[in-house]
Nanobody
């Protein structure tokens, strides 16, 4: 199983970016999917999570600016980021709880990370 993230880049404050993360491999089902971020010198933190039933939860710092969504047919999770601020600069990682072929439990998988840089 692999998670492939894309969509990061350099943007000015106030701008927008859309991140994507596609899961591939011997996947039976996917439970929660989410995005985390890690800024230099800081711990990795939760940005947003979406359940298989499309319930969402956001960090207070991104509420009203970021929107998480998923396409279950494509095993893909998205993060639409609007009104970006310099403090949103970080490496963004996707995460998914995935049940693989011939495995009875869900396991957590991480994408490779994509850099988001917001200039002031």
């Amino acid at each position: 199983v692999q998670l492939q993230a894309s969509g990061g880049g350099l943007v000015q404050a106030g701008g927008s970016l859309r991140l994507s993360c596609a899961a591939s491999g011997s996947i039976i089902s996917i439970n929660d999917m989410g995005w985390y971020r890690q800024a230099p010198g800081k711990q990795r933190e939760l940005v947003a999570v979406i359940t298989v039933g499309d319930s969402t939860n956001y960090a207070d710092s991104v509420k009203g600016r970021f929107t998480i969504s998923r396409d279950n047919a494509k095993n893909t999770v998205y993060l639409q980021m609007n009104t970006l601020k310099p403090e949103d600069t970080a490496v963004y990682y996707c995460n998914a709880q995935i049940r693989r072929w011939q495995v009875r439990v869900y396991q957590g998988y991480w994408g490779q990370g994509t850099q988001v840089t917001v200039s002031s």
